[in-house]
């Protein structure tokens, strides 16, 4: 599928929601929206703003991105958009213009006097068509090798901030973009679930954690690796935290929803002598245009499809797994796209399936 057929298939799709809502024009301005509809466009700058340098304005006639003079030349240079048959209106970025919004405007973000649908787009956003499958795949590899390729560089005695500039190095030499690193070492694995790298220096233990961004899409992938031998505890725990994972891969099925996952999640973590270790994290949800475009929460009746990319990331004090996957057709086991090779794994088995989940890689 070429990008503009993509991009016709996807409009159909905008044009259907904005018939069901009565509104005759919609604005999309978060990133993740306009690189969803432009089969992959970048258009974040600066990686920390959900609003990009373009939006898009879709009519019943077509879709236009609305940038300034500053932006067009690369939008038209590099991204091809008009190839993809996308028209663009560039206005000086001193004199901001007017977005026609018609008779009536649904947005991708609360504005007063217009139609949220940031919900309804959700839902189509993460309905992957097989030609983004591929990209989230592709995606996958490059996470992946990033990860790994800075493990085997991380060593005692660097700072939490030398291991994440390893991993953004590895990230972008690949070409993807790292929006998400999260490092840390030693005892501040066991106490902190969102680690934010510091100038700690690893003594023996670290964890890296890595959310990549290519094309629009974000894969997520968490290793470890302890110097010396690893201690008993800390063998058990990542076991089971493994045994968790597996778990919730193998219940990620066309029709399952994310609460029945929770509910199955939560038994989980008891099965293994760990009840109520999620209370201190939450255990991730469907992904795709975002790290996660939602979590998994009890009771959310949300369903999961074939094509659908999710990111769980069970964790037990000190130990966590996390990998990307895409959900396989009914009678199918999903498919983890970020493997990491020659890696230490634990086979487990569930419901007939055997999946290898990575543990601690020992380097003695």
Same mark, same amino acid.
């Given at each position: 599928?070429?990008?503009?057929?993509?991009?016709?298939?996807?409009?159909?799709?905008?044009?259907?929601?904005?018939?069901?809502?009565?509104?005759?024009?919609?604005?999309?301005?978060?990133?993740?929206?306009?690189?969803?509809?432009?089969?992959?466009?970048? *258009?974040?700058v600066? $990686?920390? @703003?959900?609003?990009?340098?373009?939006?898009? =304005?879709?009519?019943?006639? /077509?879709?236009? !991105?609305?940038?300034?003079?500053?932006?067009?030349?690369?939008?038209?240079s590099?991204?091809?958009?008009?190839?993809?048959?996308?028209?663009?209106?560039?206005?000086?970025?001193?004199?901001?213009?007017?977005?026609?919004?018609?008779?009536?405007?649904?947005?991708?973000?609360?504005?007063?006097?217009?139609?949220d649908?940031?919900?309804?787009?959700?839902?189509?956003?993460?309905?992957?068509?097989?030609?983004?499958?591929?990209r989230?795949?592709?995606?996958?590899?490059?996470?992946?090798?990033?990860?790994?390729?800075?493990?085997?560089?991380?060593?005692?005695?660097?700072?939490?901030?030398?291991?994440?500039?390893? *991993?953004?190095q590895? $990230?972008? @030499?690949?070409?993807?973009?790292?929006?998400? =690193?999260?490092?840390?070492? /030693?005892?501040? !694995?066991?106490?902190?679930?969102?680690?934010?790298?510091?100038?700690?220096?690893?003594?023996?233990?670290a964890?890296?954690?890595?959310?990549?961004?290519?094309?629009?899409?974000v894969?997520?992938?968490?290793?470890?690796?302890?110097?010396?031998?690893?201690?008993?505890?800390?063998?058990?725990?990542?076991?089971?935290?493994?045994?968790?994972?597996?778990?919730?891969?193998?219940?990620?099925?066309?029709?399952?929803?994310?609460?029945?996952?929770?509910?199955?999640?939560?038994?989980?973590?008891?099965?293994?002598?760990?009840d109520g270790?999620?209370?201190?994290?939450?255990?991730?949800?469907?992904?795709?245009?975002?790290?996660?475009?939602?979590?998994?929460?009890?009771?959310?009746?949300?369903?999961?499809?074939?094509?659908?990319?999710?990111?769980?990331?069970?964790?037990?004090?000190?130990?966590?797994?996390?990998?990307?996957?895409?959900?396989?057709?009914?009678?199918?086991?999903?498919?983890?796209?970020?493997?990491?090779?020659?890696?230490?794994t634990?086979?487990?088995?569930?419901?007939?399936?055997?999946?290898?989940?990575?543990?601690?890689?020992?380097?003695?």
């Amino acid at each position: 599928m070429d990008y503009a057929t993509e991009i016709r298939t996807k409009l159909e799709r905008v044009r259907a929601l904005m018939d069901g809502h009565g509104v005759g024009t919609l604005w999309l301005r978060r990133t993740d929206n306009v690189a969803w509809l432009t089969g992959g466009v970048d *258009v974040a700058v600066n $990686t920390a @703003d959900s609003f990009g340098v373009a939006s898009l =304005v879709v009519t019943k006639a /077509d879709c236009t !991105i609305w940038t300034t003079t500053i932006e067009a030349p690369r939008l038209r240079s590099e991204d091809h958009v008009e190839e993809r048959g996308l028209a663009v209106k560039a206005l000086p970025w001193d004199e901001p213009g007017e977005i026609p919004i018609g008779s009536s405007l649904g947005v991708d973000a609360p504005l007063e006097g217009a139609k949220d649908v940031s919900t309804e787009l959700r839902a189509l956003r993460m309905r992957l068509l097989p030609v983004e499958m591929a990209r989230f795949r592709r995606l996958g590899k490059i996470c992946a090798d990033a990860i790994q390729a800075s493990i085997l560089r991380t060593r005692p005695g660097m700072t939490e901030w030398e291991i994440a500039a390893v *991993v953004g190095q590895e $990230t972008r @030499d690949r070409g993807a973009t790292p929006i998400v =690193v999260l490092i840390a070492t /030693d005892d501040r !694995i066991h106490h902190f679930r969102h680690p934010l790298p510091t100038n700690k220096v690893m003594e023996n233990y670290a964890m890296l954690v890595l959310c990549g961004r290519k094309e629009g899409l974000v894969c997520s992938v968490t290793r470890l690796v302890h110097y010396g031998p690893l201690p008993a505890d800390l063998r058990h725990r990542m076991e089971a935290c493994a045994h968790v994972d597996a778990t919730m891969i193998a219940a990620s099925r066309p029709g399952v929803t994310l609460g029945e996952i929770f509910s199955i999640t939560q038994a989980a973590y008891a099965r293994v002598g760990f009840d109520g270790e999620w209370k201190l994290h939450h255990q991730g949800g469907p992904a795709g245009y975002s790290s996660r475009e939602f979590l998994a929460v009890p009771g959310e009746k949300t369903a999961l499809d074939a094509g659908v990319a999710c990111a769980w990331n069970p964790s037990i004090t000190g130990t966590k797994c996390e990998d990307s996957i895409l959900v396989a057709e009914a009678g199918h086991a999903a498919e983890i796209v970020t493997v990491t090779d020659n890696w230490p794994t634990l086979p487990v088995k569930v419901d007939g399936q055997i999946f290898a989940r990575p543990l601690i890689l020992e380097m003695l």
